[in-house]
C-alpha cells in the first residue's frame, strides 16, 4: 500500500486527527491484516458507518442489505470478519452457516436491537392478534436472531416500504424502530402500522435546527435523510434514504453539495467514493459501530477471535424471514443460495 495515498485519504477527512503521525502505524496495520486475511482465506465486510480505516481492508463495503447478499455470497473464503455490530454478524452466520463468522469487537453491539427479545415479540403479537386477527410482524435487519425467528418477514430501510405493501395482511406490527415504522405508515397509509418503542439513539439525537442550519448557509443544497430520523427531519429531506441509496444518490446527482443526516461515518465514505463533491454533516457518532478498530480485525484474524453462532431452529425461523423479505420484494432467491452442500430451509 502507498503510505502517502492512505494519509492523503485520511488526511482530507479529518486533518487534526489524521495526521502523518498517527496514519503511519496504521498503513502498517493494514498490511499486516491484508496477509492474515490471506492466510486465513478471509473476507472483511465493513458497514457503511465504520472508521474510514476500515474501508482499507475491507473486501465489500455496503448498508445491511448489501452485506446480506454479499454475505451468502461468499463461496471460497472460509472466514467472514463482520466489521459491523452484532445483529450484523448474526445474520451473516443465518445465511451462511457453514462459514466461521468473527466480530472483531463485542462491544460493537446496537440500542436500537436491544429494545426487542424474541419473547418480548411472541407476547405482544398473541395480544394484538385479539384484536387484529392476520396480524403480521415486520421485522427490521437491526434486530437479534431470535427477533427475526418470531417474524414473518425482514426488511431494511430501503425496502421496509415495499415489504408492508406487499404482505397480505392490513395490520402490521412493525420491529423494533418507531421512526422507521413512522415513514413505513406515511407511504402505505392503507394498512394499520403498530410500531415497537424502540429508536436508534444516534438518528433520534439529530434535530430539524441542525438541518436548516445547514441550508441558510448553503443555498440549494441536497439533503439525504436517513428513515431512522425523527419525522421532524425526515421532512427536511429532499430524499429518503438508506445509506446505501445516498451513496447512488450522489453519485448520479448533478448537485455539488449534500448533506449527508445520518451517522457520521457515512459522510466519510461518501467523502471517499465521490471525491470531487462537497459533504457536510448534521449527523452523530454511533459508539457501537466505531468500537472496532483495525487492531481489533488483526487481533480477530490472528486468535479467530470472536466467533457467531446462532442455534438451530432460530437460524432456520430467522432465515425463512430474510427469505420472505427478498421474495416480497422481488429479488431473485437465487441471491441468498447457501453454499454447496447446505441445504435452503
Same mark, same amino acid.
Request: some cysteine; glycine content about 4%.
Given at each position: 500500500?502507498?503510505?502517502? %495515498?492512505?494519509?492523503?485519504?485520511?488526511?482530507?477527512?479529518?486533518?487534526?486527527?489524521?495526521?502523518?503521525?498517527?496514519?503511519?502505524?496504521?498503513?502498517?496495520?493494514?498490511?499486516?491484516? !491484508?496477509?492474515?486475511?490471506?492466510?486465513?482465506?478471509?473476507?472483511?465486510?465493513?458497514?457503511?458507518?465504520?472508521?474510514?480505516?476500515?474501508?482499507?481492508?475491507?473486501?465489500?463495503?455496503?448498508?445491511?442489505?448489501? !452485506?446480506?447478499?454479499?454475505?451468502?455470497?461468499?463461496?471460497?473464503?472460509?472466514?467472514? =470478519?463482520?466489521?459491523?455490530?452484532?445483529?450484523?454478524?448474526?445474520?451473516?452466520?443465518?445465511?451462511?452457516?457453514?462459514?466461521?463468522?468473527?466480530? +472483531?469487537?463485542?462491544?460493537?453491539?446496537?440500542?436500537?436491537?436491544?429494545?426487542?427479545?424474541?419473547?418480548?415479540?411472541?407476547?405482544?403479537?398473541?395480544?394484538?392478534?385479539?384484536?387484529?386477527?392476520?396480524?403480521?410482524?415486520?421485522?427490521?435487519?437491526?434486530?437479534?436472531?431470535?427477533?427475526?425467528?418470531?417474524?414473518?418477514?425482514?426488511?431494511?430501510?430501503?425496502?421496509?416500504?415495499?415489504?408492508?405493501?406487499?404482505?397480505?395482511?392490513?395490520?402490521?406490527?412493525?420491529? +423494533?424502530?418507531?421512526?422507521?415504522?413512522?415513514?413505513?405508515?406515511?407511504?402505505?397509509?392503507?394498512?394499520?402500522?403498530?410500531?415497537?418503542?424502540?429508536?436508534?439513539?444516534?438518528?433520534?439525537?439529530?434535530?430539524?435546527?441542525?438541518?436548516?442550519? %445547514?441550508?441558510?448557509?448553503?443555498?440549494?443544497?441536497? =439533503?439525504?435523510?436517513?428513515?431512522?430520523?425523527?419525522?421532524?427531519?425526515?421532512?427536511?429531506?429532499?430524499?429518503?434514504?438508506?445509506?446505501?441509496?445516498?451513496?447512488?444518490?450522489?453519485?448520479?446527482?448533478?448537485?455539488?453539495?449534500?448533506?449527508?443526516?445520518?451517522?457520521?461515518?457515512?459522510?466519510?465514505?461518501?467523502?471517499?467514493?465521490? +471525491?470531487?463533491?462537497?459533504?457536510?454533516?448534521?449527523?452523530?457518532?454511533?459508539?457501537?459501530?466505531?468500537?472496532?478498530?483495525?487492531?481489533?480485525?488483526?487481533?480477530?484474524? !490472528?486468535? %479467530?477471535?470472536?466467533?457467531?453462532?446462532?442455534?438451530?431452529?432460530?437460524?432456520?425461523?430467522?432465515?425463512?424471514?430474510?427469505?420472505?423479505?427478498?421474495?416480497?420484494?422481488?429479488?431473485?432467491?437465487?441471491?441468498?443460495?447457501?453454499?454447496?452442500?447446505?441445504?435452503?430451509?
Amino acid at each position: 500500500m502507498n503510505t502517502t %495515498m492512505l494519509y492523503d485519504k485520511l488526511h482530507r477527512l479529518d486533518p487534526a486527527y489524521y495526521t502523518a503521525e498517527r496514519v503511519a502505524p496504521l498503513e502498517d496495520t493494514v498490511e499486516r491484516i !491484508l496477509k492474515l486475511k490471506r492466510e486465513r482465506n478471509a473476507v472483511v465486510l465493513a458497514h457503511n458507518y465504520q472508521r474510514p480505516e476500515i474501508f482499507e481492508i475491507a473486501d465489500f463495503t455496503g448498508d445491511s442489505l448489501g !452485506l446480506s447478499l454479499q454475505a451468502a455470497q461468499v463461496r471460497d473464503a472460509e472466514v467472514i =470478519v463482520f466489521c459491523g455490530v452484532h445483529f450484523m454478524a448474526e445474520t451473516a452466520k443465518i445465511v451462511n452457516p457453514a462459514k466461521t463468522v468473527l466480530l +472483531p469487537n463485542l462491544a460493537a453491539g446496537c440500542s436500537l436491537a436491544d429494545t426487542a427479545t424474541g419473547p418480548a415479540v411472541a407476547a405482544r403479537a398473541a395480544e394484538l392478534r385479539r384484536i387484529y386477527p392476520g396480524l403480521q410482524i415486520v421485522t427490521y435487519v437491526n434486530t437479534t436472531a431470535e427477533v427475526k425467528a418470531e417474524s414473518d418477514a425482514c426488511c431494511t430501510s430501503s425496502n421496509a416500504v415495499s415489504v408492508v405493501r406487499a404482505l397480505e395482511s392490513k395490520h402490521i406490527l412493525f420491529i +423494533p424502530d418507531q421512526n422507521l415504522a413512522r415513514h413505513v405508515a406515511l407511504h402505505v397509509p392503507e394498512k394499520t402500522i403498530i410500531a415497537w418503542d424502540g429508536y436508534c439513539y444516534v438518528h433520534h439525537q439529530i434535530t430539524p435546527e441542525a438541518v436548516l442550519n %445547514m441550508r441558510a448557509q448553503i443555498p440549494g443544497i441536497q =439533503v439525504l435523510v436517513h428513515p431512522e430520523c425523527r419525522d421532524d427531519v425526515v421532512r427536511l429531506a429532499d430524499a429518503a434514504l438508506s445509506t446505501a441509496g445516498m451513496v447512488e444518490y450522489a453519485q448520479q446527482s448533478s448537485a455539488n453539495d449534500f448533506l449527508a443526516v445520518t451517522e457520521c461515518g457515512l459522510s466519510d465514505l461518501l467523502q471517499m467514493s465521490v +471525491p470531487d463533491k462537497n459533504f457536510y454533516r448534521a449527523c452523530k457518532i454511533c459508539r457501537f459501530m466505531k468500537a472496532i478498530s483495525l487492531d481489533d480485525v488483526e487481533q480477530a484474524l !490472528l486468535h %479467530m477471535q470472536f466467533k457467531i453462532d446462532v442455534d438451530e431452529p432460530v437460524r432456520g425461523k430467522a432465515r425463512r424471514a430474510l427469505d420472505r423479505m427478498f421474495e416480497l420484494t422481488g429479488q431473485q432467491r437465487d441471491n441468498l443460495t447457501l453454499p454447496e452442500g447446505v441445504a435452503n430451509e
